[in-house]
């Protein structure tokens, strides 16, 4: 089965720049999405196809991808940014969806 | 404004049945892929299954395929999913989405979410 690989953890202090990573082997076909999930809370799309803000997400989250390898960017991160993210995308078939294995985010 | 509602979680045991449904308003229903998406506690999030807006496709992850079904019924906007056979591993929080694509493959994001039902197999 397709897998989505993230680092379990990433620290920043406040004001500083976090990046999340997302390693797949069908990101050079395939976009990436990218959600925020706090605690108890449902998830909320933050980036969208890679580099794409949706209206009323922060402009100091921003989204790359190259080659097998998508990024979400938290710059000047703030303490309300500490979240679990989790990438997401589909298979080379298109058939079956996946999401990323998660990063907790902490901002201290 | 978009609203998922869902309801139909509970405590059943293992081997049982459960049915989920997802009460939509705010877009056209049938414009649109649906998904349900879980997370067991403690854990991160997986995709169960996904339908395309007419109801037409319909696809599951491994670890439900032949237990799982997800239907929807356009005319009342609810999106269903039959959980048969159930076993203790699926046990988590499930959540319906709505896809930003009315295909149902190569979903193209999940853009709203309810706030989740939670079901628990367990003797």
């Known amino acids: 089965s397709y897998e989505l690989t993230q680092p379990p953890s990433v620290s920043v202090s406040p004001g500083q720049t976090a990046r999340i990573t997302c390693s797949g082997d069908?990101?050079?076909?395939?976009?990436a999405y990218w959600y925020q999930q706090k605690s108890g809370q449902a998830p909320v799309l933050v980036i969208s196809e890679d580099t794409k803000r949706p209206s009323g997400i922060p402009e100091r989250f921003s989204g790359s991808s190259s080659g097998t390898m998508a990024t979400l960017t938290i710059s000047g991160a703030q303490v309300e940014d500490e979240a679990d993210y989790y990438c997401?995308?589909?298979?080379?078939?298109?058939?079956?969806?996946?999401f990323g294995t998660g990063t907790k985010v902490t901002v201290l | 404004e978009v609203q998922l509602l869902e309801s139909g979680g509970g405590l059943v045991q293992p081997g049982g049945s459960l049915r989920l449904s997802c009460a939509v308003s705010?877009?056209?229903?049938?414009?649109?892929?649906m998904h349900w998406v879980r997370q067991a506690p403690g854990k991160g999030l997986e995709w169960v299954s996904g339908t395309s807006g007419s109801g037409g496709g319909t696809y599951y992850a491994d670890s439900v395929k032949g237990r799982f079904t997800i239907s929807r019924d356009n005319s009342r906007s609810t999106l269903y999913l039959q959980m048969n056979s159930l076993r203790p591993e699926d046990t988590a929080v499930y959540y319906c989405a709505k896809d930003q694509g009315g295909n149902g493959y190569d979903s193209e994001g999940l853009d709203y979410w309810g706030q989740g039902t939670l079901v628990t197999v367990s003797s």
């Open positions: 069908t990101l050079p076909k395939k976009y």
């Open positions: 997401y995308s589909t298979d080379s078939s298109g058939y079956y969806n996946v």
């Open positions: 705010g877009f056209t229903f049938s414009n649109y892929a």
